[in-house]
């Protein structure tokens, strides 16, 4: 059974930083594309960040672009997102992905989520 777990969401003030992660099980992603996901209360699901599976290729949503850095660590299986200056239009529950298609950010397995609050 695949299984894509998030974790290290939780409060944050503004201008803070927090490090996602999410670990997979179930299966290798090791040669997969990654996708990070979010969705806003009373919002659609946005996309982002990608990675490759050598982390040669990333993709960033422009609202996060210099803020965010998204890495994996394939011995682990697992997929990371840093996120630097967040602010409070980050607030939102995170998903990771996999395996994901970065041009169209399509995936077929995802997490339960992980809960990111931003206080002004």
């Known amino acids: 059974q695949v299984q894509l777990v998030e974790s290290g969401g939780g409060l944050v003030q503004a201008g803070g930083s927090l490090r996602l992660s999410c670990a997979a099980s179930?299966?290798?992603?090791?040669?997969?594309?990654m996708g990070w996901f979010r969705q806003a209360p009373g919002k659609e699901r946005e996309n982002v960040a990608a990675i490759s599976w050598s982390g040669a290729i990333t993709y960033y949503a422009d609202s996060v672009k210099g803020r965010f850095t998204i890495s994996r660590d394939n011995a682990k299986n697992t997929v990371y997102l840093q996120m630097n200056s967040l602010k409070p239009e980050d607030t939102a529950v995170y998903y990771c992905?996999?395996?994901?298609?970065?041009?169209?950010?399509?995936?077929?397995?995802w997490g339960q989520g992980t809960q990111v609050t931003v206080s002004s």
């Open positions: 992905a996999a395996p994901c298609i970065i041009r169209t950010m399509t995936c077929d397995y």
């Open positions: 179930g299966r290798t992603f090791s040669r997969d594309a």
